[in-house]
């Protein structure tokens, strides 16, 4: 679908501090590319782009933008704390203050709390076959195969089940708490069969290379039985804790 917005839309990316001394905001969604400019309130400001004319809701336009988006949130991040909003936060012009004045407050106190913090996504995924060999090193009783019935493979079956959850509770405690020194804030977003968890994880940034250094500390000590992936540093997309600009439209949400 394609559309027309009203001239005094705006395409919202987030709240940072005011004043903001950086110059150069860069350029956000839109084809041609729509400069970037702050929108301020007090000791805040919204971080918007101007939205007039056409959009496009096709695939490519669709990929084009989020990476427009995620590349102002990249670049603003690199200079100043910002509280992201969702991705396709579209209103008018006006809202934006209005918004800010309704929250201040608490807005205010987020990016006190965030300053000069920044997120990780840490995901853990066990080897299955190396996860089966180390459940049954731990506990060698569970190597027996003197199945008698079809009632003694599922009971069987049923304790190696429970050691596999006991050793990823396990595991899962052991991890977090060798980082817990270094850990803000934490959220634990899923986990099932072979991954351990997949979270959020907010730290200071000069801590950052401290926690490789942690997490390269873990990695050796488990051998080849974990893979870890890391996606970071991130804006702390995690741990705003209202939700900002919630207009999202069809176009781009």
Request: glycine share 6%.
């Amino acid at each position: 679908m394609t559309g027309t917005r009203k001239r005094n839309d705006v395409y919202v990316y987030g709240v940072t501090a005011f004043p903001f001394k950086p110059r150069s905001l860069g350029q956000g969604i839109g084809d041609p590319p729509a400069d970037v400019f702050l929108v301020p309130y007090r000791r805040l400001a919204g971080v918007v782009s101007k939205v007039d004319g056409f959009f496009s809701d096709s695939g490519k336009a669709l990929r084009k933008n989020l990476t427009a988006h995620l590349g102002v949130l990249s670049h603003l991040f690199e200079k100043a704390t910002i509280l992201p909003a969702a991705f396709g936060s579209i209103c008018p012009a006006a809202s934006v203050k209005e918004h800010l004045a309704a929250s201040y407050d608490s807005l205010v106190e987020s990016l006190t709390e965030l300053d000069g913090k920044l997120e990780v996504r840490l995901s853990a995924s066990y080897r299955e076959k190396e996860l089966l060999k180390a459940v049954i090193d731990s506990e060698p009783r569970l190597a027996r195969g003197d199945h008698r019935t079809l009632g003694d493979k599922i009971e069987h079956g049923k304790e190696i089940i429970g050691a596999i959850e006991r050793k990823r509770e396990n595991d899962r405690r052991a991890i977090f708490a060798r980082l817990e020194p270094l850990l803000r804030d934490l959220a634990v977003h899923s986990e099932d069969s072979t991954v351990l968890f997949r979270a959020s994880v907010l730290i200071a940034r000069e801590d950052l290379a401290q926690f490789d250094h942690f997490l390269e500390e873990i990695a050796r000590d488990l051998g080849q039985l974990i893979d870890f992936r890391c996606v970071g540093p991130l804006p702390p997309y995690s741990f705003v804790k209202e939700a900002l600009f919630l207009s999202k439209e069809a176009a781009w949400a």
